[in-house]
């Protein structure tokens, strides 16, 4: 079963990733990294406070779950939703009332995604409760009861984080004959159309990515760094007929020389690096 719950979430994972990527215009990426069976007090002990803990209800599946979300990845979602680049917030601290009625709307969402990666599975249905910032008050089940565990691990631009479902077994034990392989690999599972890809491309293409100019590297003492005044001049390893790096989220993806265009500083592209370059942080 829990082979399944990875099957499962991996299609809401990749479903997610473009919700929020058209969303928000910009580069997300949420995938799936472990699903594991654990107590619900281990569950709630691992969530960090003050956290952003939804809860989930089913009618369906005849009781409650939650989805947990890192504050990271909350602060970035509703930066970029209200014009900022998608950062986050240094000091960990509680939603306002207004982000909380952000964030409501896309958990929302983010359910309604989750019950179409189920939807080959059972039609299920599911409710946003509630958000609460500390875990250990939310009793849904005894301490001691096992739960199924799908954690994921998010990043929105240069922000990460991770998202925990937690979804108790007792909710699971009516469809447990139903999570296996031959209903995952169903020939009536729907598949994304051309008119899909089309559309969120046309939404992508008009995403802002940040593009580095690299000109080069030198190496200096302790010494000659303390002692750099205004007007001195470092040298560069890199020659005048090399061409340099241009970055593109922290990737090499192109080479190229630099130049002026209308009093403004450019580059002009000489290669396209095919392969995955060096990544820089």
Request: proline share 3%; with cysteine.
């Amino acid at each position: 079963q829990l082979r399944t719950l990875h099957m499962i979430h991996e299609n809401f994972a990749r479903l997610l990733t473009t919700y929020l990527s058209a969303h928000l215009r910009t580069l997300v990426q949420i995938d799936v990294l472990y699903v594991e069976q654990m107590s619900y007090n281990e569950f709630v002990n691992s969530v960090p406070n003050p956290s952003v803990v939804g809860i989930i209800d089913s009618e369906t599946l005849k009781g409650s779950g939650i989805l947990e979300i890192n504050p990271n990845i909350v602060f970035a979602i509703i930066d970029r939703i209200l014009g900022g680049e998608g950062g986050f917030e240094e000091q960990v601290r509680t939603l306002t009332d207004i982000e909380t009625t952000i964030i409501e709307r896309i958990i929302g969402d983010m359910l309604k995604i989750l019950q179409d990666a189920w939807e080959n599975v059972i039609d299920i249905d599911m409710t946003l409760v509630d958000i609460e910032s500390n875990a250990q008050f939310i009793q849904l089940i005894a301490p001691n009861e096992t739960t199924a565990l799908i954690t994921f691990d998010g990043k929105i631009g240069k922000t990460s984080g991770l998202l925990n479902l937690c979804i108790p077994h007792i909710l699971l034990e009516p469809i447990i004959d139903k999570l296996s392989a031959r209903f995952w690999f169903s020939d009536t599972r729907e598949k994304p159309s051309k008119q899909d890809y089309e559309q969120i491309y046309k939404i992508m293409r008009n995403s802002k990515v940040p593009v580095t100019i690299r000109l080069g590297e030198s190496q200096i003492t302790i010494r000659e760094l303390l002692e750099i005044q205004e007007g001195d001049v470092i040298k560069l390893e890199k020659r005048t007929d090399e061409l340099i790096d241009v970055l593109v989220e922290n990737k090499i993806k192109f080479k190229g020389r630099p130049g002026v265009i209308k009093n403004k500083i450019a580059v002009e592209i000489f290669e396209v690096v095919e392969k995955v370059g060096e990544i820089y942080e």
